[in-house]
T-cell receptor, first 111, second 113 residues
């Protein structure tokens, strides 16, 4: 079983749609959680951290369920510029930032 | 403030050869982490250097080795290259071993033929 599992997609949605990505992780001792965005042939960039209380940044909402070891990302009112691969990322260790990435979910927002 | 820079950007090597990839950390950062990203996969953690010492290693064989220099720049060396080593190699720098300001460079794309 992979340490971090994501639905690979692709997700093809029209502009303005709401889309949700899910992720599960296997290490129950994992300490911190993130969503990264990666554009084609570019480096990953931090989209947002994920907290147990849930957090929102504009059109993006992230949720963490530690009991189910489940992380989600919701994108509302999707834009063409949201087209990218979204990587679910877990830091298993409480100290050093040694990240475990999922394989990513590809999103294409269509005009 | 300069970001994380990696060199070269692209590289083609033959199976069995050795390669050295370089990373200059962002100004003020003292920790460097290396990742390998195969096509269609997420990045996989190779190892991390903090204050010039290895501070953790992922599931990679010993032919993957590294160094960190006093100016916190870093090298990744891969010996006896295999076709499966073809990937994007990403370096990330941060401040301290808790990863403050964790920032990726744009990567080196290695092709082994």
């Amino acid at each position: 079983r992979k340490e971090v599992e994501q639905d690979p997609g692709p997700f093809n949605v029209p502009e303005g749609a709401t889309v949700a990505f899910n992720c599960t992780y296997s290490n129950s001792a994992s300490q911190s959680f993130f969503w990264y965005r990666q554009d084609c042939r570019k480096e990953p960039k931090l989209l947002m951290s994920v907290y147990s209380s849930g957090n929102e940044d504009g059109r993006f909402t992230a949720q963490l369920n530690r009991a189910s070891q489940y992380i989600s990302l919701l994108i509302r009112d999707s834009k063409l510029s949201d087209s990218a691969t979204y990587l679910c990322v877990v830091n298993p260790s409480g100290s050093a930032r040694q990240l475990t990435f999922g394989s990513g979910t590809q999103l294409t927002v269509l005009p | 403030e300069t970001g994380v820079t990696q060199s070269p950007t692209h590289l083609i090597k033959t199976r069995g050869q050795q390669v050295t990839l370089r990373c200059s950390s962002q100004s003020g950062h003292n920790t460097v982490s290396w990742y390998q990203q195969a096509l269609g996969q997420g990045p996989q953690f190779i190892f991390q250097y903090y204050r010039e010492e290895e501070n953790g290693r992922g599931n990679f064989p010993p032919r993957f080795s590294g160094l960190q220099f006093p100016n916190y720049s870093s090298e990744l060396n891969v010996n006896a290259l295999e076709l499966d080593d073809s990937a994007l190699y990403l370096c990330a720098s941060s401040l301290g071993d808790r990863g403050y300001g964790y920032t990726f460079g744009s990567g080196t794309r290695l092709t082994v033929v």
